[in-house]
């Protein structure tokens, strides 16, 4: 197997050998393991095409080896990745949500995710009403903290209600760090508001 | 009864080293995650994959890896009797429990804790060795849904029978009440992950002799054999599929 081979029109099936694990460095859709011989290799453990990539970091010299396929497998939430929610309960102590959206990857079955009071913001947290935080049906972007279940905290500026809308139907525009207006009715509501990225 | 005429030929006209023929089609379910049909002779298996998504009942969640979860039932009209029991009878339920463990030891499980993949394996047609043609194509379809592997897990059955190895057997073979074996292999590792012996009904037993220790080595590495020849084929399919792919995309 060639070190620095640039043919990425490769194909490989699960359990193909990619090279020496020496030589080349894990990257997606691979796996590194240790054969009868007790040499460690990297395999492919995707189908799809093999392409060889620059070195991740300095240190590291070694080709990046990845496997595409053409169907991913679905996404699944981890610890510190952003996911777009919808919140479907609210009580005084939690309100639990459905992620849709990991990162940029849209879900195609729900995962569901549980805020807890004193995650929603930095300061003040036993003071969270959390009915003037979120209410059923807003939309959220929130950060998982942990897994077992599925937590999510609202520590960054840029996290929390992204869209919401009240009786009319209309998406509501934020005014505040705390509230949103719908811009049909006038009505102001109370929200746990997002940054507004420009 | 004679299973091998003295020519050498079996039931089906087949020689004893011989497979029945292979057929595979990928991307049948366009719901499921992944999905694949595959043959064997008359054996028809359909296989659907959804996965990884949510632990259904939390209570079965595991920290650190995927939940695997496998249901293998028969089609009513799968065999030539109306079948009485689709799922859950005491076969079926063990044949649910060998293709969960089979899979389990090749799907990379730590890429996805706390979730679900559920594997749904259903015989249309049955004519032995349904077994193997579950797990061949829930490999298929594994492949199919994009969940990283260690490696293609394929399956084969052979058996003993007038004296000689049989490759691959058939209904009427497999019922003949000789020994026989279904081995799970992972071809390029070359590691046996599933090894099943039949045991053969009591009355039989009384009958034939046990297997002597170094036949069931060479029924069991007949068996090998064959599953290395199903992991050929079934990986000319994955990369016709992804040529396929390909060329849809326009690239």
């Known amino acids: 197997m060639n070190a620095v081979d640039h043919d990425t029109c490769k194909v490989v099936t699960p359990g193909d050998v990619l090279g020496k694990a020496s030589e080349i460095s894990p990257g997606k859709g691979t796996y590194v393991a240790t054969d009868a011989a007790g040499v460690k290799l990297v395999y492919a453990a995707l189908t799809g095409s093999l392409s060889l990539n620059s070195p991740s970091s300095p240190s590291d010299k070694r080709l990046v080896a990845e496997v595409t396929g053409h169907k991913a497998h679905g996404a699944v939430p981890e610890r510190d990745c952003i996911v777009l929610c919808r919140v479907k309960k609210v009580t005084p102590m939690m309100a639990s949500a459905d992620i849709m959206c990991v990162g940029e990857k849209a879900l195609k079955e729900k995962f569901t995710g549980i805020i807890r009071q004193h995650d929603v913001r930095a300061t003040e947290v036993d003071k969270v009403y959390m009915y003037a935080s979120f209410r059923a049906g807003d939309i959220v972007k929130a950060e998982v903290v942990s897994f077992i279940p599925i937590l999510l905290d609202f520590l960054h500026p840029l996290l929390a209600i992204t869209i919401c809308s009240f009786g009319s139907g209309e998406k509501m525009v934020p005014i505040s760090w705390t509230e949103m207006q719908c811009p049909v009715t006038g009505q102001i509501e109370q929200r746990k508001v997002a940054k507004v990225e420009n | ?251």
């Open chain 2, 1 to 251: 009864m004679e299973f091998v005429s003295p020519e050498g030929l079996r039931l089906d006209g087949r020689r004893p080293l011989e497979m029945r023929q292979l057929r595979a089609e990928i991307g049948s379910i366009s719901k499921a995650d992944g999905s694949a049909v595959f043959e064997m002779g008359n054996t028809k298996v359909i296989a659907a994959v959804y996965g990884p998504r949510e632990v259904e009942n939390k209570s079965q969640q595991i920290s650190d890896k995927a939940l695997v979860r496998c249901e293998y039932t028969m089609a009513n009209f799968s065999t030539g009797d109306r079948v009485r029991k689709p799922k859950g009878d005491r076969r079926s339920t063990e044949i649910s429990m060998v293709i969960r463990q089979t899979m389990e030891s090749c799907i990379l499980l730590e890429k996805f804790p706390q979730s679900q993949i559920d594997i749904f394996v259903q015989v249309l047609q049955a004519d032995g060795g349904t077994r193997s043609a579950c797990i061949n194509a829930a490999t298929l379809a594994l492949a199919d849904a994009g969940i990283p592997m260690r490696d293609l897990v394929t399956s084969c059955s052979a058996g003993y029978l007038n004296s000689t190895p049989l490759l691959d057997l058939n209904y009427v073979e497999d019922s003949a009440g000789g020994p026989d074996v279904t081995v799970g292999l992972l071809p390029k590792m070359d590691k046996v992950t599933l090894l099943q012996p039949d045991v053969a009904l009591p009355e039989i037993m009384q009958m034939d002799s046990k297997l002597p220790i170094d036949i069931f080595e060479n029924v069991m590495q007949l068996a090998i054999e064959g599953c290395k020849a199903v992991a050929i084929y079934i990986r000319e399919i994955l990369l016709e599929n992804t040529k396929q792919l390909e060329y849809r995309r326009g690239k």
